[in-house]
């Protein structure tokens, strides 16, 4: 809501600088303003671009913006106690929220904890069943290796 009455205001303020620009008959052109105005942003960007003073002059402008800023001030002048004073102030305010936050994290981690050991549980009776099978495969080999040299030392009677 608030970036559309920036946009019509902004809309409204070349509107009217076009009007003064090129009169009141309207024989500058709706877009002749904002045209030129492009014009000379890439003009000047151009031979800024050529002269390193000029760059260095563009960058220290974000600078000077920054520290006209209203909050950078209130920010230099509050010193870091009165900061911690506003934060202290406000944690009342949020103390239950950080208490239930803390006793779900402490379940979480309790659940956690539960689960790492089922898991390792299953796992323990995994390498335990494995351990069994093969133990029992290894016999089964064993025994039917015998009975297949078993049947080859008898001869077949017909």
Not at 63 to 90: C, S, T, W
Request: some cysteine; charged content about 30%; hydrophobic content about 40%.
């Amino acid at each position: 809501m608030a970036a559309a009455v920036d946009l019509q205001r902004l809309q409204w303020r070349l509107e009217e600088l076009e009007r003064r620009v090129g009169g009141s008959d309207g024989t500058c052109g709706l877009r002749k303003v904002a045209e030129e105005l492009v014009k000379v942003q890439v003009e000047l960007s151009n031979i800024a671009g050529k002269r390193e003073r000029i760059k260095i002059l563009f960058k220290k402008i974000e600078d000077v913006i920054k520290y006209l800023d209203p909050q950078y001030i209130d920010r230099m002048a509050v010193p870091d106690a009165m900061k911690l004073q506003f934060i202290l102030a406000g944690v009342p305010d949020h103390a239950a929220k950080l208490q239930r936050l803390s006793q779900i994290h402490i379940q979480q981690q309790e659940q956690r904890h539960d689960l790492t050991d089922s898991v390792k549980t299953l796992l323990e009776d995994y390498n335990k069943m494995t351990l069994l099978l093969s133990k029992q495969f290894v016999q089964w080999n064993e025994i039917l290796t015998r009975l297949e040299v078993a049947k080859e030392a008898k001869p077949v009677a017909e």
